[in-house]
């Protein structure tokens, strides 16, 4: 049984894709970075890379690591923004500094291939 973080009371299941795309947009327009990052996620994987990039540079601008590592894979693979390896180290950079253990994996890997061993061991 799943329970509602906000009143601890049991959550309702969603009865279709069109009831969950409801909930989320509730969150989103409260301004809720954890919801941007699933809006964003959903829209990349239906192939909406504009309106995922939207939703996870918001996110991001409110500071959620998810977002940040979403945008550095966004980058990477040329959807819905142009490849651009600084941007993509710095989206890299944040989601790390905020505890996202892939982006940090990624980071490294990243530095490395940039001829930054002092940097990517670190």
Sequence with gaps: ERICPFCRHP???PKSKEEQDR???KRV???DPAAMNQM???RHKEGGYDDA???AKKAAEL???GAHFNLSVFIYEG???EKDGKKRVYHLEQAAIRGHATARYNLGCAE???GRMDRAVK
């Design 79 to 81: 959807n819905g923004v």
């Design 29 to 31: 327009n409260a301004n």
């Design 40 to 42: 964003s996620f959903r």
């Design 112 to 114: 490395d291939e940039n």
């Design 53 to 55: 990039v939207r939703y």
């Design 63 to 65: 500071g959620d690591a």
């Design 23 to 25: 909930n989320i947009m």
């Design 11 to 13: 959550a309702p299941e």
